[in-house]
């Protein structure tokens, strides 16, 4: 298989996945979509397939979404933004589905807001199907050790999320 | 580890998730079978994850419009071009400085001329032939994968305006002659005790632009998102003070 070939199978196969985990790491899809295109923009410029290219292309994803991320940290409260952003406080208590559902999603987001960035990492690119070992290459730990570190994040996103909205749910 | 002593919850983890090896597997199922409490606790696991993949899953993304294959091939292959054409024309000043013209203003020049002729075919020259040596009322460039505009200074008047355009090459116009400067990076203005006003015409398709106003980042252009100090005006355009 030629590389053109090769990065059509890898694109079909991988780009909605790093779009879904991005977007969920982030809470930006936009930005998500836009990192996403910019990692198989540098593949393709690359022009020969990495050695494990699902873990090069999560690796480059995290260091576009680190590199954006100083960039908002740099440019402060001096600037406001434009379309879709997060409500930064409580939504205000509504008995309806609609508002309900909204406050679920957003205790979501803050529970996983709450978790270090590594735990984070690691839930989320389990939830998209990523392998023990392709997590591991990608975090830069212990393939033996993920299972641990997977089940104590995921005991600590499930604490965060009740703390948040209640154990009834 | 003994097979009746209790399994951790790493290694149960890992069973669940289909990531142990199948002999391994077959040992912790032998164990389970006859461990009641890890029996209890890889069931809890289970209906806990199913209670976290429900709650994950609530934060599905929108569908992503431009992850379509064709359009990453296309800005691949554009990326490549521009990097070609870039190359070409550093080549090209390095031949002119050493035939001994004025490094760097005639290319500018002329794409700054093509640039605004395309975005204002009404519009005057961008630059003016009266401006003293060294200053200019426009010039533009290619924007790499980031390109960014920095202002010295803020200044004692004028205003910036900021626009999207279908254009390929990042430029910018004054209102009075001013030194700019043309680095790697993308344009330095040196304005200091100016007071023109500047428009600047963004590419819609540039991957990252930045316009930097004595360190404070006044405008900025990542992907389709632009974020800017002030929200654009009925026409599209930031227009911001440079105060």
């Known amino acids: 298989m030629g590389f053109e070939d090769a990065f059509a199978a890898l694109f079909a196969d991988q780009a909605a996945r790093l779009y879904g985990y991005l977007s969920r790491l982030g809470g930006d899809a936009e930005l998500a979509e836009d990192i996403v295109q910019e990692c198989f923009v540098k593949l393709y410029r690359r022009g020969a397939m990495p050695e494990d290219p699902k873990a090069w292309l999560v690796t480059v994803a995290h260091n576009l979404w680190r590199d954006d991320r100083r960039r908002e940290t740099r440019r402060g409260r001096l600037l406001l933004t434009h379309g879709a952003e997060l409500p930064s406080g409580a939504l205000p208590a509504a008995p309806d589905a609609a508002t309900l559902a909204a406050e679920r999603v957003e205790a979501v987001r803050r529970a996983l807001g709450r978790l270090p960035l590594r735990d984070r990492q690691l839930l989320l690119l389990r939830h998209e199907g990523y392998g023990y070992r392709e997590i591991a290459d990608v975090l830069q730990l212990a393939p033996s050790g993920i299972g641990t570190m997977l089940a104590r994040a995921k005991d600590a996103f499930r604490k965060a999320y009740h703390e948040l909205f209640g154990a009834s749910t | 580890m003994s097979s009746s002593a209790h399994r951790p919850d790493g290694e149960l983890r890992a069973l669940l998730d289909g990531e142990l090896p199948s002999a391994h597997a077959a040992e912790v199922r032998q164990h389970l079978a006859a461990c009641p409490a890890c029996h209890a606790r890889i069931i809890e696991s289970e209906q806990a994850d199913q209670t976290t993949a429900g709650l994950l899953g609530l934060l599905e993304p929108p569908p992503a419009a431009s992850l379509q294959l064709e359009a990453v091939l296309h800005r691949a292959r554009r990326a490549q071009g521009r990097r070609a054409a870039l190359i070409a024309a550093a080549v090209t000043l390095m031949v002119t400085a050493a035939a001994g013209a004025t490094v760097?203003?005639?290319?500018?020049?002329?794409?700054?001329?093509?640039?605004?002729?395309?975005?204002?075919?009404?519009?005057?020259?961008?630059?003016?032939?009266?401006?003293?040596?060294?200053?200019?009322?426009?010039?533009?460039?290619?924007?790499?994968?980031v390109a960014e505009i920095v202002f010295d200074t803020t200044q004692t008047g004028g205003v910036l305006r900021v626009l999207l355009a279908d254009t390929s090459e990042l430029a910018i116009r004054s209102s009075a002659p001013v030194m700019y400067r043309v680095t790697p990076d993308g344009v330095r203005v040196h304005n200091r005790g100016s007071a023109a006003s500047y428009e600047v015409i963004v590419p819609r398709t540039a991957r990252s632009v930045r316009i930097v106003i004595a360190s404070r980042v006044m405008f900025e252009k990542t992907g389709l998102r632009v974020v800017a100090a002030t929200s654009a005006d009925s026409a599209g355009q930031y227009v911001m003070t440079i105060q």
């Open chain 2, 104 to 145: 760097g203003r005639p290319f500018v020049r002329t794409l700054a001329a093509r640039v605004w002729a395309a975005v204002h075919p009404q519009g005057r020259a961008p630059i003016q032939p009266e401006a003293p040596f060294g200053a200019q009322t426009g010039v533009a460039v290619v924007p790499g994968d």
